[in-house]
């Protein structure tokens, strides 16, 4: 078998993946990207990132949502309403996103094979095609980057139509009437939101105690309260005991004993990831948990020329942050430049309302014994959260108290994963209060929330060495 040489072989063609590939081919090197679907774009494309955010938008502006908050306008979406009505952006979004990377990946070069890889030894990648043919690649680096899927605990009969797992939910079909949706992390709080906004009955069954709580305390308990007051109903510190479709519906056992029947289950009970077939042993690379791979602060595994960015290294496994995973990992690995590991790691959750965050929480501040002081401003005496209607949005920075320095950004409603990024090169400069001081924003924007929310600050912090003086 003739081996085919380069200097990067990729295997997966998902967020992580692409970028890496690209990235290598803008240094000029030899690259291949292995992709087992016959599509490329892996699940930030074709089942995940750019097909849910479609959709919800889609379904935010076909049920009504934003015209009921604005104006008060009920619109009710019809009763013998099918999900395949919302689907027509969302096909078209994707088409063309897909179309973008392919058109890139052939104006750089990258050599594109659809198949199953595995490891032959440390430098070898054999590849079966579609065909049952099989390539020989070796490569002097590697990134692994074949992202995950989602988790399917044997208690959920997956096999009938009305149980789905996040990559199917989006072929379901018919509107359900009731939707179960196990799980309450940022997959399944995204898709029962865009459910409850279509005026579906939403159950949310989570064996924890509380929304998200890697965000910040008030981030979370806001974007809880407006979950509820959009129908959502919560049951926490349950497990799911049984499932079984019935004539009549999908029910769910939880274990206290509750039952709930839904037309629809959704199961977000994590995902895992994708790396059972690739025979890591041949080598050298051990497996962790959930088919993790561990790397170190390169993004290098155990063994040197190999890495692995995204999904299959574990959290945050966002299309974001996976992509600058890759694209630090390719620098690193081929010594084209002096880059830096980016410190600082947006969060994007759509949600409805949407929430996004970056750094330091409160709760991580007084972990670290760190002194601050809280900045907040409101989307409702904000003339562009007038304008938009968002009566619930705020952003909420953090500083550190000696100096205020920036430490922590947080927000939450229409626009969040946007607004964040202000707060975002603003650390990343190790700015404090005096640049949004002296920033100039356009009005009416969200963006002068920064400058309401640092007045506030300030304002705070003058208040309390009043209060002090006068002790």
């Known amino acids: 078998m003739e081996t085919q040489n380069y200097e990067l072989v990729v295997l997966g063609g998902g967020p992580a993946g692409i970028t890496g590939a690209q990235t290598a081919a803008i ?123 989602p988790a399917h605990p044997p208690e959920f009969p997956f096999e009938h139509e009305r149980v789905h797992d996040s990559n199917e939910i989006l072929e379901i079909g018919a509107m359900p009437h009731v939707l179960v949706v196990v799980g309450a992390g940022v997959i399944g709080s995204e898709y029962a939101c865009m459910f409850a906004a279509l005026g579906v009955e939403v159950h949310v069954v989570d064996g924890r105690g509380s929304l998200l709580s890697f965000l910040d305390e008030d981030i979370s308990a806001a974007l809880y309260a407006a979950m509820q007051d959009a129908g959502i109903r919560f049951h926490w510190n349950e497990k799911v005991e049984s499932c079984e479709a019935r004539d009549d519906g999908v029910h769910v056992v939880l274990s206290s004993g509750a039952r709930l029947i839904a037309s629809d289950v959704l199961v977000a009970a994590g995902r895992t990831s994708n790396t059972g077939d690739l025979d890591l042993a041949k080598a050298g690379i051990p497996i962790g948990e959930r ?88 989307y409702k005496h904000n003339a562009r959260g007038k304008i938009i209607g968002d009566q619930r949005g705020f952003l909420k920075l953090l500083f550190r108290r000696s100096d205020l320095r920036l430490l922590g950004v947080h927000a939450l409603g229409e626009q969040a994963t946007e607004l964040v990024h202000v707060g975002l090169i603003a650390m990343l400069g190790d700015a404090d209060a005096t640049l949004f001081d002296r920033a100039c924003f356009n009005y009416p924007t969200l963006g002068d929330l920064y400058k309401q929310a640092t007045y506030d600050a300030v304002i705070t912090l003058r208040r309390e060495k009043l209060a002090m003086a006068k002790t």
């Open 27 to 149: 240094f000029g090197r030899s690259v291949a990207l292995v992709e087992r679907e016959p599509h490329i774009g892996g699940a930030g494309i074709n089942t995940g990132t750019i097909p849910s955010k479609t959709l919800r938008e889609s379904a935010l502006l076909m049920s009504g949502w934003r015209s009921r908050q604005l104006l008060g306008v009920e619109v009710a979406v019809r009763e013998d309403a099918r999900l395949t009505e919302f689907l027509h952006h969302q096909q078209h979004v994707v088409a063309e996103e897909r179309a973008r990377v392919e058109k890139r990946l052939e104006d750089l070069s990258v050599r594109r094979l659809c198949g199953q890889a595995r490891f032959g030894d440390p430098h070898t990648i054999l590849v079966t095609l579609p065909d049952g043919r099989e390539e020989r690649l070796h490569a002097e680096k590697i990134l692994v980057a074949t992202g995950s899927s």
């Open 291 to 378: 088919g993790l791979l561990v790397v170190d602060s390169h993004y290098r595994t155990q063994v040197p020329h190999v890495y692995a960015a995204g999904d299959v290294i574990g959290a945050p496994a966002l299309a974001g942050t996976s992509m600058e995973q890759a694209r630090f990992a390719i620098c690193h690995a081929f010594e084209e430049y002096d880059k830096q590991s980016s410190p600082l790691l947006p969060t994007g959750i759509y949600t409805i309302p949407e929430v996004s965050t970056v750094a330091e929480t409160e709760k991580s501040l007084r972990q670290k014994g760190i002194e601050y002081v809280v900045g907040r401003a409101s």
